[in-house]
């Protein structure tokens, strides 16, 4: 089983950046494509983005393209979100899983990271 750490999350302005991580624990972390989850009040969870095992693969929620971007270092077992240009609609928790495709994979999930976005 892979344990799931975000750390990275903070109170930000419009247009502002955030670099968000994911720290995984097990040996098998880099077998495993990753996504990142996010989760505003009120609404369903939201696939952000994805990076597979190799780090080579990502793809991007239509809302974040060309403002977020995601990359991996399998030697430190930990996944980054790189936030740009944030908006208050980014505003959510943000969590890591396994992921095939825009689906998460385990059937649990850490403790997330809160991202504000102030206007």
């Known amino acids: 089983q892979v344990q799931l750490a975000e750390s990275g999350g903070g109170l930000v302005q419009a247009g502002g950046s955030l670099r968000l991580s994911c720290a995984g624990s097990g040996r098998t972390f880099s077998n495993y494509n990753m996504g990142w989850f996010r989760q505003a009040p009120g609404k369903e969870r939201e696939f952000v983005a994805f990076?597979?095992?190799?780090?080579?693969?990502?793809y991007y929620a239509d809302s974040v393209k060309g403002r977020f971007t995601t990359a991996r270092d399998n030697a430190k077992n930990t996944v980054y979100l790189q936030m740009n240009s944030l908006k208050p609609e980014d505003s959510a928790i943000y969590y890591c899983?396994?992921?095939?495709?825009?689906?998460?994979?385990?059937?649990?999930w850490g403790q997330g990271t809160q991202v504000t976005v102030s206007s």
């Open positions: 990076v597979s095992e190799s780090g080579v693969v990502t």
């Open positions: 899983n396994g992921a095939r495709g825009k689906a998460e994979i385990f059937d649990y």
